[in-house]
C-alpha cells in the first residue's frame, strides 16, 4: 500500500471517529490526509469507494491488536479470550477503531451502499472468532451433543454482537472498560465453560 493511500485510509478512520459520516466530505478526509481531494478521488473514484476501502482498513487493524496476545497464549480459549476483549481497550487507537466501526454500523440502517462492505468485513470478524471457538471445543473435548449450543458459528455471531454492543455503550460512558470487559468475559464462560467444569460429575440427587 502507497504511503499516500495509508494515509488517506487512516485520515479516513479519524474523519469518521471524529466527525461521523451523514455529513461527511472527501474534501473534509483530504484536509485531515494533508493531500489534494483529486488525489482522493484518483485513488477511491467516490465517496462510496473510499468509505468500503476505510472500512476494510479499519478491519484489517482491528485484526492486528486482536492478534497482539497470540504469542503469550497458552491455549485456543486464551487467544479467544484476547481477541474478543481486544476490542475494549482504553488506547487511542481502539478507541479511534471503535468510534468508525460503530459510526458505520449505524449509518448502514440509512446508507445502503454501506451494507454490503460492511457485511462482508463483519462475516469476516465472525469467521475469526469462529475458528478460535471451534479450536477451544476441541482443546476442551467438548462434544457437540447439541448443535444449538456448540454451533462455533453461532456462538461467534452472537459473542461479536455482544462486544459490539458493549462497545457502544463503552464509548458513551455507560459502562467502564474493565465492566465492559468483564461482561465479554461472562459470556465466554457462559459460552465456554473451563474443561474441569465440562467434566464434572453431575451429583445424583436422588
Same mark, same amino acid.
Given at each position: 500500500? /502507497?504511503?499516500? #493511500?495509508?494515509?488517506?485510509? #487512516?485520515?479516513?478512520?479519524? *474523519? ?11 474534501? $473534509?478526509?483530504?484536509? =485531515?490526509?494533508? =493531500? ?9 473514484? $467516490?465517496?462510496?469507494?473510499? %468509505?468500503?476501502?476505510? %472500512?476494510?482498513?479499519?478491519?484489517? #487493524? ?9 504469542? @503469550?497464549?497458552?491455549?485456543?480459549? !486464551?487467544?479467544?479470550? &484476547? ?9 487511542? !487507537?481502539? +478507541?479511534?477503531?471503535?468510534?468508525a ?6 449509518? *448502514? +440502517?440509512?446508507? =445502503? ?7 462482508? @468485513?463483519?462475516?469476516?470478524? =465472525?469467521?475469526?472468532?469462529? $475458528? ?18 456448540? !454451533?462455533? &458459528? ?5 459473542m ?6 458493549? /462497545?457502544?455503550?463503552?464509548l ?7 465492566? *465492559? ?7 465466554? !464462560?457462559? *459460552?465456554?465453560? &473451563?474443561?474441569?467444569?465440562? &467434566? @464434572?460429575?453431575v451429583? $445424583?440427587?436422588?
Amino acid at each position: 500500500m /502507497s504511503e499516500k #493511500r495509508n494515509a488517506i485510509l #487512516r485520515a479516513s478512520a479519524t *474523519a469518521i471517529a471524529e466527525r461521523g459520516i451523514r455529513g461527511l466530505r472527501v474534501t $473534509d478526509v483530504a484536509e =485531515v490526509a494533508g =493531500v489534494s481531494p483529486g488525489l482522493l478521488y484518483y485513488h477511491f473514484k $467516490d465517496r462510496e469507494g473510499l %468509505l468500503d476501502a476505510a %472500512l476494510n482498513y479499519i478491519n484489517d #487493524r482491528a485484526r492486528a491488536y486482536r492478534s497482539e496476545g497470540d504469542a @503469550t497464549a497458552d491455549t485456543a480459549r !486464551d487467544r479467544l479470550v &484476547h481477541a474478543l476483549l481486544g476490542e475494549i481497550q482504553d488506547r487511542p !487507537d481502539v +478507541v479511534e477503531n471503535s468510534l468508525a466501526w460503530n459510526e458505520l454500523r449505524a449509518s *448502514a +440502517v440509512y446508507e =445502503v451502499a454501506l451494507r454490503e462492505p460492511l457485511a462482508r @468485513t463483519t462475516a469476516a470478524w =465472525v469467521a475469526e472468532i469462529s $475458528d478460535a471457538v471451534s479450536e477451544a471445543f476441541s482443546e476442551a473435548e467438548l462434544a457437540g451433543d447439541n448443535p444449538t449450543t456448540t !454451533d462455533p &458459528h453461532k456462538i461467534a455471531t452472537t459473542m461479536t454482537a455482544l462486544v459490539e454492543g458493549l /462497545s457502544g455503550r463503552w464509548l458513551c460512558n455507560e459502562l467502564s472498560t474493565a465492566d *465492559a470487559r468483564s461482561c465479554v468475559l461472562l459470556a465466554i !464462560d457462559l *459460552a465456554l465453560p &473451563h474443561p474441569t467444569e465440562l &467434566h @464434572t460429575p453431575v451429583k $445424583d440427587t436422588k
